[in-house]
T-cell receptor, first 117, second 114 residues
Framework: DAGVIQSPRHEVTEMGQEVTLRCKPISGHNSLFWYRQTMMRGLELLIYFNNNVPIDDSGMPEDRFSAKMPNASFSTLKIQPSEPRDSAVYFC???????????????FGEGSRLTVL | SQQGEEDPQALSIQEGENATMNCSYKTSINNLQWYRQNSGRGLVHLILIRSNEREKHSGRLRVTLDTSKKSSSLLITASRAADTASYFCATDAYYGGATNKLIFGTGTLLAVQP
């Protein structure tokens, strides 16, 4: 079975450029989460969707970040313009069991490692 | 910070020994989950324990939960070199905003020496 698929796995870009990270969740999962991992701040929840609808984006660091989920099989996280402090590993995860008041097991992708020079 | 705190930050043991990691958190939870992350890889779910459960087992893993102390522990018995990884606890709770969230702790780096 295919797991959560993220692309690109690695991205190196220059400050000011637009970055788009992509995620394909596991088929049948009703929720999707974007996390960011850095040494300094650990794993941070950026935004999550339930049935393609954004539920909480309070973790998105600033207006330069945006996320969309146009359908049940695809989500994007966009950073425009990118800055060196955005360098991190960005993880997408999906879950079959999110119910608004209960979060079950998350299935993570392998991550997208972003380096902004 | 909403994050749980894990203790120790790093742990080095010999193959065959048991490894115990602890997690403390600050708020009432629905459940607590443990994940493993191998270097350069995504996180893998290990076990979920609900707030009304006190202990749960899965293979060589044993998880306990003490909601009165807001703490949990993960025990890996008879460790193997392949258990070398970072281990994270995550708490599902209401942290403000629209709904519940799953927030991860700071992690414990486990090294199992062959």
């Amino acid at each position: 079975d295919a797991g959560v698929i993220q692309s690109p796995r690695h991205e190196v870009t220059e400050m000011g450029q637009e970055v788009t990270l992509r995620c394909k969740p596991i088929s049948g999962h009703n929720s999707l989460f974007w996390y960011r991992q850095t040494m300094m701040r650990g794993l941070e929840l950026l935004i999550y969707f339930n049935n393609n609808v954004p539920i909480d984006d309070s973790g998105m660091p600033e207006d330069r970040f945006s996320a969309k989920m146009p359908n049940a099989s695809f989500s994007t996280l966009k950073i425009q313009p990118s800055e060196p402090r955005d360098s991190a590993v960005y993880f997408c995860a999906s879950s079959p069991a999110y119910k608004g008041t209960y979060t079950g097991e998350l299935f993570f992708g392998e991550g997208s490692r972003l380096t902004v020079l | 910070s909403q994050q749980g705190e894990e203790d120790p930050q790093a742990l080095s043991i010999q193959e065959g020994e048991n490894a115990t990691m602890n997690c403390s958190y600050k708020t009432s939870i629905n459940n607590l989950q443990w994940y493993r992350q191998n270097s350069g890889r995504g996180l893998v779910h290990l076990i979920l324990i609900r707030s009304n459960e006190r202990e749960k087992h899965s293979g060589r893993l044993r998880v306990t939960l003490d909601t009165s102390k807001k703490s949990s522990s993960l025990l890996i018995t008879a460790s193997r070199a392949a258990d070398t990884a970072s281990y994270f606890c995550a708490t599902d709770a209401y942290y403000g905003g629209a709904t519940n969230k799953l927030i991860f702790g700071t992690g414990t780096l486990l090294a199992v020496q062959p």
